[in-house]
């Protein structure tokens, strides 16, 4: 089992910029795919990046050219690095973990989630 814990959540003005962290218990890097889900009152679930054992990455197209996914295998941390943030991108944002080596951008093939961290952003 993995325990993922995030952080960095907050509230920022629109075109700010945050840093998420998702701790994991353990090393998962070489063996599980990580993917930022977020969940905004009244929608559902979206994906929106996530990395791939081999280091391959992948975007919703809304967050593309603003949001970065990157893992700190040392440390076990995955962040999610927010640019250019709009009042869309308002949510709860959630890490997950998969037991395959390549991730996907469904909630519904991930295995383990954190609680969650908060983001807001005024317009």
């Known amino acids: 089992e993995v325990q993922l814990v995030e952080s960095g959540g907050g509230l920022v003005q629109a075109g700010g910029s945050l840093r998420l962290s998702c701790a994991a218990s353990?090393?998962?890097?070489?063996?599980?795919?990580i993917a930022w889900f977020r969940q905004a009152p009244g929608k559902a679930r979206e994906g929106v990046s996530c990395?791939?054992?081999?280091?391959?990455?992948d975007y919703t197209y809304s967050v593309k050219g603003r949001f970065t996914i990157s893992s700190d295998d040392a440390k076990n941390v995955v962040y999610l690095e927010m640019n250019s943030l709009k009042p869309e991108d308002t949510a709860v944002y959630y890490c997950?973990?998969?037991?395959?080596?390549?991730?996907?951008?469904?909630?519904?093939?991930?295995?383990?989630w954190g609680p969650g961290t908060q983001v807001t952003v005024s317009s």
């Open positions: 353990r090393f998962v890097f070489d063996d599980y795919a």
């Open positions: 997950a973990v998969r037991n395959r080596l390549f991730c996907s951008l469904r909630p519904v093939l991930y295995d383990y």
């Open positions: 990395i791939s054992s081999d280091g391959s990455t």
